[in-house]
């Protein structure tokens, strides 16, 4: 890409990916000069997509430390023919924080599962038993 980075903007992120030629290669295009406008933007909104989700992975792996970075807008901004004679574009993307994981109240740690001695009776004789109690 012909930029490729992120901007911490406080409890937001930016990325940024630019679009060359070179971006292309392998892909059967030809160069800016030589056509298929349309297709290669097609391609690039495309695979700016994947690229888009791919970037919200890798910020948030492995999870560590407070929040995480969900993606929560993102496109491709054309540039007209001409506009920049070597770029064709750039895929962005705006990641936000959101807030650490609190500690469980006592009503969420109540709902885990039940020590060994705990739990209602089940049906004898039907080889039924909680999966964490001793037969």
């Known amino acids: ?10 409890d ?29 933007i ?7 997509r994947r690229t888009l989700i791919e970037k919200q992975e890798e910020k948030n ?12 807008e993102g496109g491709f901004r054309e540039f007209e023919s001409g506009d920049k004679e070597w770029l064709y574009g750039v895929t ?15 009503t969420m740690k109540s709902l885990r599962p039940m020590s060994p001695e705990q739990g209602p009776p089940l049906p004898k004789g039907l080889g039924i038993h909680w999966p964490w109690r001793a037969v």
């Open 61 to 72: 792996r492995p999870y560590i430390g407070p929040g995480y970075w969900p993606l929560i």
């Open 42 to 48: 097609e391609y690039m909104v495309r695979v700016g």
């Open 92 to 106: 962005w993307g705006v990641y936000s924080k959101t807030p650490p994981i609190q500690e469980a109240s006592d």
């Open 12 to 40: 937001r992120k930016v990325y940024l990916e630019g679009w060359i030629d070179q971006c292309l290669a392998g892909t059967g295009f030809p160069p800016m000069e030589g056509g298929e406008w349309d297709d290669k």
């Open 1 to 10: 890409a012909a930029i490729n980075y992120w901007r911490d903007m406080g």
